[in-house]
Nanobody, 120 residues
Framework: QVQLVESGGGLVQPGGSLRLSCAAT????????MGWYRQAPGKQRELVAV???????KYAESAKDRFTISRHNAEKWVALQMNSLKPEDTAVYYC??????????????WGQGTQVTVSS
């Protein structure tokens, strides 16, 4: 059974940094795109950043120049380094991945979510 296991998150002051990590576990043939989404109270879930196996990336405008997404293909993890955090970055952050459990199918998976709170 494929799972995404997240770690990191917590409370940080404005201007601080946090690192989120997410590992894909279980029987996996291939991991395709991996990314991070977030959902603030009363708002829709939104894309933060995504990274493909070839290393190409896409960021939300709000994350550009402050956040960096990275991945390790062989170890099947993705990380999000968040710097210069602002109160408006406060949200539950979800890991997302498109994974091939076998060579014949591909599914979308979500992590359990981790709370990031930016407050003084």
């Amino acid at each position: 059974q494929v799972q995404l296991v997240e770690s990191g998150g917590g409370l940080v002051q404005p201007g601080g940094s946090l690192r989120l990590s997410c590992a894909a576990t279980g029987s996996i043939f291939r991991v395709n795109a991996m990314g991070w989404y977030r959902q603030a109270p009363g708002k829709q879930r939104e894309l933060v950043a995504v990274i493909n196996p070839n290393g190409s990336t896409k960021y939300a405008e709000s994350a550009k120049d402050r956040f960096t997404i990275s991945r390790h293909n062989a170890e099947k993890w993705v990380a999000l380094q968040m710097n210069s955090l602002k109160p408006e970055d406060t949200a539950v952050y979800y890991c997302n991945a498109r994974i091939r459990p076998t060579m014949w199918d591909e599914n979308e998976y979500w992590g359990q979510g981790t709370q990031v709170t930016v407050s003084s």
